[in-house]
DNA sequence: CTGACCATGTAACCCGTTACATGATTCT
DNA sequence: AGAATCATGTAACGGGTTACATGGTCAG
């Protein structure tokens, strides 16, 4: 159900292709909490036409495979806000690297050392992504909805990369096997001001 | 591969039952990013056991099943520890919540209201969890990358928690359907000292 | 007596990924 | 010349969830 969701989600804000739906999902606004291949995006597009939440058009090019561009019909429309005001699965985030921190005991300095790179690293890479994405809209006539979210995880990246940076030393102290037992116990977070509850 | 890794890693915490396990797992010290159901749980540790990466003993209790206490042995230490250095894909997160914020202006208010509201009392759950977890084990004998691990998720709780009321406003009035354009631009983080990069 | 907790397990199902199949065009 | 981008689609496979099957104990 997440996949047809998503392409809903997507055509309400514009026609588009199959191929378009996947690169917004892998490098495009929603890529920070989203995620499909071609092989579920596909069959979903072909199955919301054959229920008339779509509709499709061909646009022929020479040489190429002719481009299928889908548009989102008014049934269409209202079955995305049926999704979108009822079931609300909660969110789920699932972090190997987290494992591996919580076993740096077991796992070594070095082994540490090198998941914290990573995961910084990626993070970095995808703050940079929305940031550019940001810049690009902002300020264009374009849905205001969809330019909280981006603000929304540009802060979380903002603050999960400064989290690993002030943090990281207890960590990897912690991987090498210090015997003392001067840890700085509250983990000293980045800032903290008066931060809810 | 990431049930397989998840009993591994909580096998070399202690002893545990496939019970214990899916407890663990939901609401325990890895429920932040973790989750298994017993359908996954049970078939994974019976492969282990043939596998020799861990062992089984029966503690008979009468009336009840028998508890099938499983433990890690050498092999299993060792698999579990290729594991978390070797290969490590990127965390993972979804969110159905950000995609009905990012269509605020199609969903209106009173909808987004209650995904918010929503959003942050699941939020302030998992947070108390991991909160009363944390106060259990601090200064004991234990493990301190679990420690470190649950700090972490401690923190970008709160953050979560302090970001999504310091700008629900601005997305409410968003689906509101606000004409004005004296929008914060920022979306005013509820604090930004330097904060990395 | 009803619901929550303890305790195990299986089978059907779902949703999605990976890999395959095909092929032109444009950038480096 | 080789890589990346555009462009569609299918089939096999995988990993997990849900629902089912079973049943005792304990607290309210």
């Given at each position: 159900m997440s996949v047809r969701r998503l392409c809903l989600a997507m055509l309400s804000e514009g026609d588009a292709t199959g191929y378009e739906i996947r690169k917004e999902a892998t490098s495009?606004?929603?890529s920070y909490f989203e995620d499909a291949s071609y092989g579920s995006i596909y069959p979903a597009l072909a199955k919301l036409e054959k229920e008339g939440l779509v509709t499709m058009r061909e646009e022929k090019q020479p040489g190429k495979p002719a481009r299928k561009v889908y548009s989102i019909t008014q049934t269409g429309r209202d079955a995305l806000l049926d999704m979108l005001r009822e079931d609300l699965p909660p969110d789920i985030y699932r972090s190997p690297f987290l494992l591996v921190a919580m076993s740096a005991e077991q796992v070594g300095g070095k082994a540490i050392r090198r998941a914290i790179d990573l995961q910084i690293e990626q993070t970095r890479h995808k703050l940079q992504q929305l940031s550019e994405l940001k810049s690009r809209i902002?300020?264009?006539?374009?849905n205001r909805g969809i330019l909280w979210g981006i603000n929304y995880g540009i802060d979380c990246m903002i603050q999960k990369i400064g989290y690993l940076e002030a943090n990281r030393a207890e960590l990897e102290a912690i991987a090498d096997g210090?015997?003392?037992?001067?840890?700085?116990q509250a983990a000293a977070p980045v800032q903290t001001p008066q931060a809810a509850e």
């Open positions: 495009g606004c929603f902002t300020d264009k006539p374009l210090d015997g003392n037992g001067s840890q700085p």
